[in-house]
């Protein structure tokens, strides 16, 4: 331990608690109301098909399975760390949740087997089950989550350690992600004796204070902001002494954080990322998917298409549908598709805009967009709150040019603004949403949307497009558009 100081800094006692055994009893009541709904749902709608679909629906053994699915829902989703689940991703959440919901389905179907009961449960039940208690428990957690969280008792309490360069932009980025239950409380910077608060989490002063700390407190989780140089030359033989849980934070490390594996190499720590959009095999399981979902689009949105494109007659002159080159995978040029959201003489308004307005300006420099846009006519704003004006873009997919899901479409005027970003960007088709969209949206910096977009391909998976069009449907619904 280091060297002694006195001290006699006093700890707020309300920072220390820790609310787990709230939060597990709080998810444990949802799920079991999730996984319910889900089953009663599924029987009352084979109920509903029976003139259609014949048979009759064993109210008494769904109600009786029912027990069961639950209870065995609950035990894998603790056994898989559910409960409370701090320190997973929305997206590992969501695969957790999947893989819980799915085994406990396979563990109901050997139950009624060996019960004879199997012919006396319908199948479509079976899968309506399967289907909505996924989606039940993974949208009742994402909606827990982002409510609770808002609370100052949510999560574990920690302290962070570092030079407080390292520690404020740790200490950010845990406040912006409180779903997480990592909850700042505490900062302590071995080298400098420290006063003042960062974004409302108090100082530890000395090495004296922090002993303290850990004796009045229950807190057992520390985190460690230093550079990965910095590892070597500092002592943490202390810090594991005091702390039973470490965690390092290696913002400097060149790869994806989703889907990193640790590996024990005679006892040297390794560790392995994947880039599973690069992969060629991965790379051709997403267009399939891509396509067989467009498809299906299309037949379900093209009486919308018919309508909007009326609308767009209707409310100015010029054509329905407006092409812009977009850069493309390696950086080729495409033709993307979209419905006309300005007037025809959308450019010379721009310039007049910006030439008289230096505020204006200054936004389109920096978001390159325009919140009041005098360029958008009246069908067009609609339109854009929608992203009703995208759907056009469903052709570039079924071309090849874009994916349902990836990076946004950047113009060719845009490349040198890209910068390396580039490099990794232009390697996949772009998408007609991504996590650029559905995270940032127009509040974000063209750098952040950079940013943004190389996360998305740094930690591709099946599981975060489907979280990507899970929160694409959320965004849309409450008109924050794309």
């Given at each position: 331990?280091?060297?002694?100081?006195?001290?006699?800094?006093?700890?707020?006692?309300?920072?220390?608690?820790?609310?787990?055994?709230?939060?597990?009893?709080?998810?444990?009541?949802?799920?079991?109301f999730?996984?319910?709904?889900?089953?009663?749902?599924?029987?009352?709608?084979?109920?509903?098909?029976?003139?259609?679909?014949?048979?009759?629906?064993?109210?008494?053994?769904?109600?009786?399975?029912?027990?069961?699915?639950?209870?065995?829902?609950?035990?894998l989703?603790?056994?898989n760390?559910?409960?409370?689940?701090?320190?997973?991703?929305?997206?590992?959440?969501?695969?957790?949740?999947?893989?819980?919901?799915?085994?406990?389905?396979?563990?109901?179907?050997?139950?009624l087997?060996?019960q004879?009961?199997?012919?006396?449960?319908?199948?479509?039940?079976?899968?309506?089950t399967?289907?909505?208690?996924?989606?039940?428990?993974?949208?009742?957690?994402?909606?827990?989550?982002?409510?609770?969280?808002?609370?100052?008792?949510?999560?574990?309490p920690?302290i962070?350690?570092?030079?407080?360069?390292?520690?404020?932009p740790?200490?950010?980025?845990l406040?912006q992600?409180r779903?997480?239950?990592?909850?700042?409380?505490?900062?302590?910077?071995?080298?400098?004796?420290?006063?003042?608060?960062?974004?409302?989490?108090l100082?530890i002063?000395?090495?004296?204070?922090?002993?303290?700390?850990?004796?009045?407190?229950?807190?057992?989780?520390v985190?460690?902001?230093?550079p990965?140089?910095?590892?070597?030359?500092?002592?943490?033989?202390?810090?594991?002494?005091?702390?039973?849980?470490?965690?390092?934070?290696?913002?400097?490390?060149?790869?994806?954080s989703l889907?990193?594996?640790?590996?024990?190499?005679?006892?040297?720590?390794?560790?392995?990322?994947?880039?599973?959009?690069?992969?060629?095999?991965?790379?051709?399981?997403?267009?399939?998917?891509?396509?067989?979902?467009?498809?299906?689009?299309?037949?379900?949105?093209?009486?919308i298409?018919?309508?909007?494109?009326?609308?767009?007659?209707?409310?100015?002159?010029?054509?329905?549908?407006?092409?812009?080159?977009?850069?493309?995978?390696?950086?080729?040029?495409?033709?993307?598709?979209?419905?006309?959201?300005?007037?025809?003489?959308?450019?010379?308004?721009?310039?007049?805009?910006?030439?008289?307005?230096?505020?204006?300006?200054?936004?389109y420099?920096?978001?390159?967009?325009?919140?009041n846009?005098?360029?958008?006519?009246?069908?067009?704003?609609?339109?854009?709150?929608?992203?009703?004006?995208?759907?056009?873009?469903?052709?570039?997919?079924?071309?090849?040019?874009?994916?349902?899901?990836?990076?946004?479409?950047?113009?060719p005027?845009?490349?040198?603004?890209?910068?390396?970003?580039?490099?990794v960007?232009?390697?996949?088709?772009?998408?007609?949403?991504?996590?650029?969209?559905?995270?940032?949206?127009?509040?974000?910096?063209?750098?952040?949307?950079?940013?943004?977009?190389?996360?998305?391909i740094?930690?591709?998976?099946?599981?975060?497009?489907?979280?990507?069009?899970?929160?694409?449907?959320?965004v849309?619904v409450?008109?924050e558009?794309?």
């Amino acid at each position: 331990m280091p060297k002694q100081n006195q001290s006699d800094q006093k700890f707020p006692t309300p920072l220390f608690e820790n609310r787990s055994p709230v939060v597990n009893l709080l998810l444990v009541l949802l799920d079991v109301f999730t996984i319910s709904g889900a089953v009663i749902l599924s029987a009352a709608i084979r109920t509903m098909l029976e003139p259609v679909m014949g048979g009759v629906v064993n109210w008494p053994l769904i109600l009786n399975s029912l027990v069961f699915f639950v209870i065995i829902n609950i035990i894998l989703a603790w056994l898989n760390g559910l409960y409370p689940g701090f320190g997973l991703a929305a997206v590992q959440e969501m695969q957790k949740v999947l893989y819980v919901v799915t085994l406990s389905s396979v563990f109901l179907g050997m139950f009624l087997f060996l019960q004879q009961l199997g012919l006396a449960y319908s199948r479509s039940i079976f899968i309506f089950t399967w289907v909505l208690s996924s989606l039940f428990m993974m949208l009742g957690r994402f909606a827990l989550r982002n409510r609770f969280s808002q609370f100052p008792w949510w999560g574990i309490p920690m302290i962070i350690i570092g030079s407080k360069g390292q520690v404020t932009p740790v200490i950010e980025k845990l406040l912006q992600s409180r779903r997480l239950g990592f909850r700042p409380v505490y900062y302590f910077d071995p080298n400098v004796e420290s006063d003042q608060p960062i974004l409302g989490v108090l100082p530890i002063e000395n090495n004296q204070a922090l002993q303290d700390l850990v004796t009045q407190s229950k807190i057992q989780h520390v985190v460690f902001t230093e550079p990965m140089s910095d590892f070597n030359t500092f002592d943490f033989q202390w810090m594991r002494d005091v702390f039973p849980k470490i965690l390092f934070i290696l913002d400097t490390a060149p790869f994806g954080s989703l889907w990193v594996r640790t590996i024990d190499v005679h006892g040297t720590l390794a560790v392995e990322t994947n880039y599973h959009l690069l992969n060629k095999q991965e790379t051709i399981i997403k267009r399939i998917v891509d396509m067989i979902l467009t498809v299906i689009l299309l037949l379900f949105t093209w009486p919308i298409f018919l309508l909007l494109a009326l609308l767009v007659r209707l409310d100015s002159k010029g054509p329905i549908l407006y092409t812009q080159k977009r850069l493309g995978q390696n950086g080729e040029l495409f033709d993307s598709y979209k419905f006309r959201t300005m007037f025809e003489n959308a450019e010379e308004k721009l310039q007049d805009l910006l030439a008289a307005d230096p505020q204006a300006l200054q936004e389109y420099q920096t978001y390159h967009k325009l919140a009041n846009d005098p360029r958008v006519t009246k069908v067009g704003k609609f339109l854009r709150r929608y992203s009703l004006d995208e759907l056009p873009q469903f052709i570039n997919v079924l071309k090849g040019d874009m994916n349902l899901i990836g990076p946004r479409s950047y113009m060719p005027i845009e490349l040198p603004l890209m910068g390396d970003y580039a490099r990794v960007i232009l390697k996949v088709n772009p998408g007609i949403t991504g996590w650029w969209q559905v995270m940032g949206r127009n509040a974000t910096s063209f750098k952040e949307r950079l940013q943004l977009d190389e996360y998305y391909i740094s930690n591709w998976s099946i599981w975060l497009d489907i979280y990507i069009m899970i929160k694409t449907v959320w965004v849309l619904v409450r008109g924050e558009g794309l």
